[in-house]
């Protein structure tokens, strides 16, 4: 599985970006997808989750409310909506995927170990 993610670039505080993953190869036990990001110096961290089952999603705290996560159009594919950006918010943006498996649905999908594949990330930054 090969996943691309997009859709980073500049913004200033209180801008929109929408970052976009799209998955490819054998992707047909694609059971969830999710965005983490790190920025310099610190480590990466969750920032959402979808999973396809139910159409679940989950949001780091720091996000919540500003960012939207959501499957593109019945593809495996997500998208992550980021509103009223903050300058905490700059960090490279990596996109994961999760295949079934029979851990599943006891997993909770906002740590990175709970993912099977990663894309390459997209810079995010957001100026004061």
């Known amino acids: 599985v090969q996943l691309q993610a997009s859709g980073g670039g500049l913004v200033q505080a209180g801008g929109s970006l929408r970052l976009s993953c799209a998955a490819s190869g054998p992707t047909r036990n694609t059971w969830g997808m999710g965005w983490f990001r790190q920025a310099p110096g610190k480590e990466r961290e969750f920032v959402a989750s979808?999973?396809?089952?139910?159409?679940?999603?989950d949001y780091a705290h720091s996000v919540k409310g500003r960012f939207t996560i959501s499957r593109d159009n019945g593809k495996v594919a997500v998208v992550l909506q980021a509103n009223n950006l903050k300058p905490e918010d700059t960090a490279i943006y990596y996109c994961?995927?999760?295949?079934?498996?029979?851990?599943?649905?006891?997993?909770?999908?906002?740590?990175?170990?709970?993912?099977?594949?990663w894309g390459q990330g997209t810079q995010v930054t957001v100026s004061s």
């Open positions: 994961a995927s999760a295949e079934r498996s029979s851990r599943s649905r006891s997993l909770s999908y906002t740590i990175a170990s709970d993912y099977d594949y």
């Open positions: 979808f999973r396809w089952s139910g159409g679940a999603a």
